[in-house]
């Protein structure tokens, strides 16, 4: 409880900070709920250290999660299939090094930083080092791109994965507030809970951890006030 009130407090101030990067690797608002992009930032060194291999089609046996969200893709997946759906894993954790390099190569082959960007995340901006992400894709096409989105499969994870706690982490409709151009295959674990009530909102993480940093530090602030 006293960890959980400290993770917080320092969530809170950090959050209170703007534009100021932030390490984020030790704090959270319970669970799995941490904000991670180009603001709220993980550490070079920050690696989970829960990290298992899902067993579902995955394009590489290093493809890795942490436990509980690998447990639930899992899930997820199963039940697609018994849709008829194949879903494919494409990427899932990725160290600051490897996040490095393919902020590097994508800014090459653009052109430029703010095209890579709007792709890419900068090494310690993105969620995949948090081993809470996985990009999916069709069993028949396995490419990252909108069209995961218009397919039967696309469509039948945007209705159910906030059932195994993931949401759809990057919609155009909110490029001005995340950063990133829509990736209808980006999934974020936040756990069941949270995954429930932001696909029922239909907002952005952001947003909604902006609304339960105001209401937790209100009344963390409230009860301090003597």
């Not at 009130?5 to 608002?29: P, Y």
């Not at 990725?94 to 190569?105: A, D, F, N, V």
């Not at 994965?161 to 919609?171: L, M, V, W």
Request: proline fraction near 3%.
């Amino acid at each position: 409880m006293i960890r959980q009130a400290l993770a917080i407090v320092m969530l809170c101030l950090s959050l209170a900070g703007g534009s100021v990067d932030s390490l984020v690797d030790q704090t959270s608002l319970g669970g799995s709920l941490y904000l991670v992009n180009r603001t709220y930032r993980l550490t070079a060194h920050y690696q989970p250290d829960d990290l298992v291999r899902p067993e579902v089609r995955r394009l590489s046996s290093e493809i890795m999660m942490r436990r509980e969200a690998a447990e639930k893709l899992e899930e997820l997946f199963e039940a697609a299939a018994q849709e008829g759906l194949r879903l494919v894993a494409v990427s899932g954790y990725r160290s600051y090094e490897t996040q490095r390099i393919i902020y590097q190569r994508k800014i090459k082959s653009t052109g430029s930083v703010a095209k890579a960007e709007r792709l890419v995340a900068p090494p310690g901006a993105s969620e995949h080092q948090l081993g809470l992400a996985m990009d999916i894709g069709r069993r028949s096409n396995t490419n990252l791109n909108m069209a995961f989105g218009r397919s039967r499969e696309g469509e039948w994870v945007a209705r159910h994965a906030h059932e195994y706690g993931f949401i759809i982490r990057y919609q155009d409709r909110w490029t001005d507030i995340t950063g990133y151009a829509d990736e209808p295959g980006h999934l974020r674990y936040v756990g069941v809970e949270h995954a429930t009530v932001i696909h029922t909102m239909d907002i952005p993480l952001e947003t909604y951890v902006e609304q339960m940093q105001q209401t937790m530090c209100g009344e963390m602030y409230a009860n301090l006030t003597p």
